[in-house]
């Protein structure tokens, strides 16, 4: 189990809204950390991983330019600084945590074992 500690979501206005995400993960097993979402009747969608070492970074082409992933100095927190916030961001964001080893689409669900509860981001416009 990898315990996780999500904050950040919450409402904000479409015109130049900006929230920051965070997420404490305990442990030491996994070897790469990620974000998603899923809005309302959606499926789960990856929206930016990071490997923790080397810190190869992935980003789906929908947050391209507008969100940043990032590690903290000790790399147990994930951090998904959104800025130019869409309606269309609209979701639940997981944090979620891979063990390593090859697996593509580097955003796809299945490469990743363990979830955090998820913190809701609502956006208006």
């Known amino acids: 189990q990898v315990p996780f500690v999500e904050s950040g979501g919450g409402s904000v206005q479409a015109a130049g809204g900006s929230l920051r995400l965070s997420c404490v993960v305990a442990?030491?097993?996994?070897?790469?950390l990620a974000w998603f979402r899923q809005a309302p009747g959606k499926e789960r969608e990856g929206v930016a991983s990071i490997d923790l070492d080397p810190t190869n970074i992935y980003y789906a082409d929908f947050v391209k330019g507008r969100f940043t992933i990032s590690l903290d100095d000790a790399k147990n927190s994930v951090y998904l600084q959104m800025n130019v916030l869409k309606p269309e961001d609209t979701a639940v964001y997981y944090c979620?945590?891979?063990?390593?080893?090859?697996?593509?689409?580097?955003?796809?669900?299945?490469?990743?074992?363990?979830w955090g509860q998820g913190t809701r981001v609502t956006v208006s416009s």
């Open positions: 979620a945590a891979g063990l390593g080893g090859y697996c593509r689409p580097r955003l796809a669900p299945i490469c990743w074992s363990y």
């Open positions: 442990g030491s097993s996994y070897r790469s």
